[in-house]
């Protein structure tokens, strides 16, 4: 697994971090530390030379927060180690470079500038990230402070993945919505790390027509079922009809952590549209998981 972290100075972002060290404690993940400069012609002026060095020195601060939860004798991501040089690639993108990165799986360190939403989505492209991990403040309809939307944009326009983590406390329950004759195992799995990370309970929401399910369907719940009940995760399947869905997915979204199966051949997809999707991040009190 690949996953992209998208971060940036404020409280929100630290949260990420443990979570997604929490997780790659697990999965051993493949993990980018991104945070977005504002645009700028010219990184020679002192002031957008200052604005890029607070930024670089936080994410190392972000670097060192996530390699305390592996000891050095065990860390697949290398050692906290010696400072980093900020250097400058392709395209006004800077990497933070560390001394003796022996690391056994990558934790690359970079800053893009530009608007944050596309940067996020260009990097999520260019290291074919399976997931993209990003914070928003939940008293502010999740919003970033340079760019008011970026949570929204990146659920709307992304190709993978992508986790919104908008609460300290944790969820209540995971709901989770799978269309379930096409939901991939890559995204069975991950919810079965959540449910593991949260150590909480889930509840799998099957859509139904006015007929009910159609046998193929109910073989398929039900294999889903037994592979979360087989790994002692307490798990049952809840059947809504498709009209009742929206209001059951913001119902759920007031305390428990929503995740929704959105690939290529979901029949969510037809449902939620993109817009809908970027209400949903924006409105839902709890973090909020869009499966690709």
Known sequence: MRILVAVDQNPYSERVIRLVAALAKNTWAHVTLLGIASDTQDFGESQSVGALHDLAAALDGYRKQFLGFFPDADSPYGRIGAGYRLVQGKKDIFNLEYPEQNERKDLKVRIRTGNAGKEILAESVQTEADLIVIGCDSKKRCQWPDDADVPGKIVKNANCSVFVVKEEKKPRMIDCCLDHDTVSQASIELINQLV?????????????????????????????????????????????????????????????????????????????????????????????????
């Open 196 to 292: 593991t990370l949260y150590q909480v309970e889930l509840e799998i929401i099957g859509l139904a027509d006015d007929k009910g399910l159609s046998a193929d369907v109910d073989r398929r719940m039900a294999r889903i079922l037994e592979y979360y009940t087989s790994r002692n995760i307490k798990a049952w399947v809840k059947i809504v009809d498709t009209p009742s869905l929206n209001a059951c997915i913001a119902q759920a979204s007031e305390n428990n952590l929503v995740a929704l199966w959105m690939g290529k051949a979901s029949f969510l997809d037809k449902i939620f549209s993109r817009q809908r999707l970027g209400h949903l991040v924006e409105t839902a009190e709890s973090s909020v998981l869009i499966l690709r």
